[in-house]
């Protein structure tokens, strides 16, 4: 199972390096960022072009990464002003263009790093987040393979003085990010989002590790062994009914770097102990800085939740563990009731803690996460109210905020209050879409529409938004935000000005964090991978940090501006360091597009460019043989009987001017006879639409209808009915948009060849110099095509022609024998158009 699991990551992550590596472009001044790891077929799809100057940007192409054909041809560019360190942006939109396979992005003389467009691109992205988990486990950690903290902890603030600087049982769970605290406020909500993830996207998991985090299956997903971990840990947070702690460590952590297993930092002067905070409700803070607390619900509110969707999701895999946290989330949801509040992280010798203002959210899921478990509707109608007192999750649409002030960052009670009751409901869809118009306000103007303030862990928000958009669209079907969504999607995977991913080893051979804030990297140089990192900060802020050094060089300083900042530095604390809460935080998202792109791997059957297929069911391996002819035939008769000897059924596509010559009517009727698709090429071999201009068409209307009429009146004297031929393929396979909305208008549905092969250079003839292609180059390409595209050639339009000029004497139909025998051993059958 794991060897399977690799190969299917393997479709994505084994590009070869030259796709990914910084191009060298005509100009420096100028950038073309991509998605590195790739656009699901059906989604939407853009480029960014930044640039210091002010180019004229009029159209792009994408080309083939494999071949360098023009595999699209588009005007469709947004032009935008000032912004950040540039002074032009574009956006270059190809959402239309949905063909799988390896791409670039060409604009000028600039030229992208290359993608995939296909349905598994994201598959085995929401597990790789686990390993970053995995990383972060305090007590046993498999990436070490050794223990940490295992004294923990003792407790400070209990009300009752005898107990007071005792011990406590407080192993386990996640260090915080690259120190080692460790928090309910986060853990809680990384547990709910794992769990959450799951619960959504089943099939987006697999098991391939046990319950310590080693590699081996245990027939459990490993989603819920990582939410079991943290689970773990908040029931020894939360030992009895009415107690619980927040806090696990303090700032007096941040003593610099060193291994967790090796962390010698003592609180109490005598032993290895470490502090873990009783939730009292009021402020607290060792030194002269203190906290802002007023109760106890936030904090409340996260246990019940977690521990109420936990009961559910365990019951099947620890029954009795499932029983024991279904009744600590009934007496944490009290709790939270009788305290109302806000419980925050605890300051130590610094002013620094996570100010988390807001608390109806956490128990308007947890109202909700009782009425689920307990069917007892005074729950909902809790959960409803609470749900009213906050409308909107306040950083949406704000230029800034406190660090963690408005937490956790996506309201998942709205979404929950939104699906139980799809007409009541209406008011939290209203709600989810006040906070995604919002953020959308605030990034309209910028290419890369990103409408997230800038703060500290800004890329915990895109996870968010991107959260929120996503189940805004499952409860609504509105189209309105999904190019935000896709563009927010983008910026983690490189489509920012950095050109950089936000997730350590996500794509393998891509731009991502390869020296992240994290000792186990900085002391040991192991590689990490699964992290989110915090992300960029506004520039103001970055300039007040204490403690900051780039210490490696900015290998994006043409990239940097007062208006924001990234460093790949270990010394930028601030941006570059991990997080466990924002990793978890895009389980969600990540496997949704994942059961997406199966999804539209199973309803996908054909491809379309410009309003014409141009592949069939990539799910299905066979493959559509078609012919055109237009001014030759000299392969009419070698290719008919090649066809019939092999019992294969092809498609042919012949102008009028062929049908009528009366020198192959005799090849024509045997090819009817055997049962072969015929179907019309124009009947005088028009040239339909402009070789420079594409989008400039060459016909009219009148003369596209009456010459397309006259190729089927010669079609009729070979018993081919109109209706019988439905399907149609432009002469010189050259069209536009206008030319394939004329063709649906006559009845008929317009189809090209798939590109990416070469097979349609079968027509070049040696004096053509560079443009000239041999058989045997052909073949090879076919066959290299089919082993480097995810989907083979299942689907594909395979063109040739039935006759070239005398001039090419490297006839390609000599080959076709051997290539129908290849690629039938290969496991395709192959299928004409009609049937």
């Known amino acids: 199972m794991q060897a399977n699991y690799k190969i299917r990551l393997s479709v994505f992550f084994l590009f070869s390096l030259f796709l990914f590596a910084p191009c060298l472009l005509a100009e420096e001044s100028s950038w073309i960022r991509i998605n590195q790891l790739g656009y699901l077929p059906n989604s939407v799809k853009a480029a960014v072009l930044v640039s210091k100057e002010n180019p004229e940007v009029e159209h792009f192409v994408l080309k083939d990464a494999a071949t360098g054909d023009i595999a699209w041809y588009s005007t469709d560019i947004k032009r935008f002003g000032k912004w950040g360190p540039f002074q032009s942006g574009f956006r270059l939109d190809f959402t239309a263009f949905n ?25 085995g992205t929401a597990d790789f987040l686990l390993n970053y988990m995995r990383q972060q486990r305090c007590g046993y950690n498999p990436f070490i393979d050794d223990s940490c903290h295992t004294h923990d902890g003792f407790i400070i603030y209990h009300p009752d ?12 769970g996640w260090h915080d990010a690259s120190d080692y605290l460790q928090y309910v406020t986060t853990s809680a909500n990384a547990v709910f989002q794992m769990l959450f993830a799951y619960q959504q996207n089943p099939g987006s998991f697999r098991d391939l590790y046990d319950a310590n985090g080693r590699k081996g299956p245990n027939g459990i997903p490993d989603i819920l062994d990582e939410a079991k971990w943290g689970l773990d840990w908040l029931v020894r947070m939360n030992p009895e009914k009415d107690v619980m702690y927040n806090q696990l460590a303090d700032d007096r952590d941040h003593a610099g770097f060193r291994l967790p297993n090796l962390d010698t930092t003592s609180y109490n002067g005598f032993d290895l102990r470490r502090p873990v905070y009783y939730c009292t409700g009021k402020p607290q803070g ?3 800085y203190k906290n802002n607390s007023t109760g106890i619900a936030s904090t409340a509110g996260k246990y019940a939740s977690a521990f109420a969707l936990g009961s559910q999701l365990l ?7 499932a029983r024991q946290i279904w009744q600590k989330a009934i007496e944490a949801y009290d709790f939270g009731l009788r305290n109302p509040g806000v419980c925050q992280t605890a300051p130590g010798k610094a002013p620094y803690y996570y100010e988390e203002d807001n608390w109806a959210d956490d128990m308007e899921l947890a109202a909700f996460q009782m009425f689920a478990i307990t069917g007892n509707s005074a729950h909902f109608a809790e959960a409803y109210e609470y749900g009213r007192s906050e409308p909107v999750t306040l950083w949406m649409g704000a230029d800034t905020a406190s660090h963690y002030q408005y937490y956790p960052f996506v309201n998942l ?15 939290f869809r209203e709600l989810m879409e006040e906070g995604l118009e919002k953020i959308y306000l605030r990034g309209k103007d910028n290419p890369f529409l990103i409408g997230i303030p800038f703060i500290w862990c800004s890329n915990n928000l895109v996870a968010a938004a991107l959260t929120q ?4 669209h499952d409860l609504t079907k509105e189209k309105t935000y999904l190019e935000m969504e896709a563009a927010l999607r983008d910026w983690l995977f490189g489509c920012n000005p950095w050109g950089t991913s936000m997730i350590i080893g996500l794509p393998q051979n891509g731009v991502f964090p390869k020296d992240p804030h994290s000792a186990l990297t900085h002391f040991m140089g192991w590689e990490l991978s699964g992290g989110l990192v915090d992300g960029p900060v506004y520039g103001s802020i970055f300039s007040r940090l204490i403690g900051i050094t780039i210490y490696n060089g900015d290998e994006f300083a043409p990239f940097q501006s007062d208006l924001v900042v990234y460093h790949d530095d270990y010394g930028d604390y601030s941006t570059n360091e991990p997080t466990m809460d924002g990793t978890a935080s895009l389980s969600y998202y990540l496997s949704s597009l994942e059961a997406l792109g199966k999804k539209s791997g199973i309803i996908q059957k054909d491809v379309y460019d410009r309003g014409g297929i141009i592949r069939r069911d990539t799910s299905k391996r066979e493959i559509y043989l078609a012919f055109t002819g237009g001014d030759f035939f000299d392969g009419g008769v070698m290719i008919s009987n090649t066809l019939r000897n092999l019992n294969v059924k092809a498609n042919f596509f012949f102008t009028g001017d062929l049908y009528r010559n009366r020198l192959f009517g005799t090849v024509i009727r045997s090819l009817v006879k055997d049962g072969h698709y015929l179907g019309a090429h124009s009947d005088k071999h028009l040239l339909y639409a402009d070789w420079s201009d594409r989008n400039k068409t060459l016909v009219t209307k009148e003369e596209f209808m009456s010459d397309l009429e006259a190729n089927y009146s010669e079609m009729e004297r070979f018993g081919i009915a109109k209706g019988d031929a439905e399907f149609f393929m432009p002469p010189y396979e050259w069209y536009n948009e206008e030319i394939a909305e004329w063709t649906a208008e006559a009845g008929l549905k317009l189809v090209n060849f798939t590109p990416g092969t070469l097979s349609n250079a079968d027509y070049t003839t040696p004096d053509m110099g560079e443009k000239y292609v041999s058989s045997d180059s052909i073949y090879n390409r076919i066959l290299g095509y089919e082993q480097k595209d995810p989907n083979g050639l299942n689907g594909f339009i395979l063109l040739l022609h039935i006759g070239t000029d005398p001039a090419r004497t490297d006839k390609f139909y000599y080959k076709l024998h051997e290539l129908i025998n290849e690629l039938s051993a290969r496991g395709y059958s192959f299928r004409r158009f009609g049937d």
């Open 286 to 288: 060792i030194s002269k």
């Open 469 to 472: 958009a996503r189940l805004y």
């Open 315 to 321: 019951a099947k895999f620890y029954p009795d563990f």
């Open 161 to 172: 003085p005898q107990k007071d600087s005792t011990y406590i049982d407080a192993r386990g």
């Open 99 to 123: 063909l799988p396979g390896t791409y670039f992005v060409e604009c000028g003389s600039f030229r992208s790093p290359g993608f995939v467009i296909g349905n598994h691109v994201y598959d």
């Open 413 to 427: 009670g709205h979404y929950y209050l939104a699906y139980e009751n799809p007409s009541g409901g209406r008011l």
